[in-house]
């Protein structure tokens, strides 16, 4: 972090912000609420807790916002909807409090400082974080769709006046088990509603699916390598500087991998074993489908012999009672009918 005092480097490297996925739902529904054009963003006010190392966003809530599209500077925000919103989230949680605020961005814009500078009226040291909330080309599609950021001053090394600017602070995203059914349940009914293939049997995903989340995970995880390769080439070139934490880092992960370029039998092993759990989802999948329309055509002939029961007259209902009480079956009642209308016609 260049410019920054050794206080302001310990206090900021080991802070990690943790993101609620109701959070990330409140500002996806902001956004989808308010009709903004490509350069107007929405703002909210984070509710959670900072505990000094960890800063716990659990809760967000929307704000009036407005800004000139000419000139970013000029803005308005309401303070006192914010105080008024606060007090009565206080009744119903008072463990959540203003811990920054956050806006769609989706980069930093102008007037980012002095709004952090007004939300330093509800705490000390306001976070702000920016989320992407584009359904395409934007964070969401390569990683996490939020990045947070702090407010520091920042030092020159020629002696000038210091000088307020952003630093980056890393983001995960946690959520509690209630969270995690709730946020799981929402997918399904989005699939559901959307067309995609639905998880009604036994609430599982269809083949398809679980593909098709695979396919964006690896396209994701080629989008993060193409990003370290041109970083490293970069710095090959001189063009950037060498980041020592960054290469340990990568040393790490590269340490963490499995040797199988030059084991050819370790490789071969790992394919059978995926492709014999693969075949196994396959023969599952196909079980449950054979098993669902056994269940339908049981479904179906039972509704039709209901609907034969009701279409008959109280007479053969008694009949047929008389019948099962004696050991008669239906067969039995219905050849001796046939017969008795054969003796019944006329002969020739």
Not at 170 to 189: C, K, N, Q, Y
Not at 195 to 218: D, E, Y
Request: a negative charge; hydrophobic letters at 40%.
């Amino acid at each position: 972090m260049p410019g920054l005092t050794t206080a302001q480097v310990n206090e900021l490297s080991g802070i990690n912000v943790v993101i609620h996925p109701l959070v990330l739902l409140s500002v996806v529904d902001h956004a989808a609420r308010v009709p903004i054009s490509r350069n107007k963003r929405v703002l909210g006010v984070l509710l959670g807790q900072d505990n000094g190392t960890s800063i716990n966003v659990a809760n967000s809530f929307a704000v009036p916002f407005e800004e000139d599209e000419r000139d970013p500077r000029t803005f308005f925000l309401d303070l006192d909807f914010v105080e008024e919103m606060w007090r009565m989230f206080r009744k119903v949680n008072a463990r959540e409090r203003p811990i920054g605020f956050y806006h769609t961005g989706p980069r930093l814009r102008s007037s980012d400082l002095e709004i952090t500078e007004l939300f330093k009226r509800f705490c000390a040291r306001p976070v702000m974080v920016i989320v992407d909330v584009r359904a395409s080309g934007g964070r969401g599609d390569t990683g996490i769709p939020t990045d947070a950021y702090f407010a520091v001053e920042e030092i020159r090394d020629d002696g000038t006046a210091t000088q307020r600017t952003f630093t980056h602070v890393p983001t995960s995203i946690e959520a509690e088990e209630a969270e995690e059914i709730g946020v799981e349940h929402l997918l399904r009914d989005i699939a559901s509603s959307s067309g995609a293939p639905s998880s009604t049997l036994l609430t599982t995903q269809s083949l398809s699916t679980r593909v098709a989340a695979q396919l964006n995970a690896l396209q994701g995880l080629r989008a993060r390598l193409d990003e370290i390769s041109e970083y490293l080439s970069a710095v090959r070139r001189s063009t950037l500087p060498i980041n020592h934490q960054v290469v340990y880092q990568l040393q790490e992960i590269i340490g963490l991998l499995p040797q199988i370029g030059g084991d050819a039998d370790l490789g071969k092993a790992f394919r059978v074993e995926t492709n014999d759990s693969t075949m196994v989802v396959y023969l599952s999948a196909i079980v449950r489908t054979v098993l669902a329309l056994n269940d339908l055509i049981e479904n179906r002939i039972e509704n039709v012999q209901q609907e034969i029961e009701d279409a008959k007259s109280p007479e053969e209902k008694i009949a047929d009672a008389a019948a099962a009480a004696a050991g008669v079956t239906a067969k039995d009642v219905e050849k001796a009918k046939k017969e008795n209308q054969e003796e019944k016609k006329p002969k020739k």
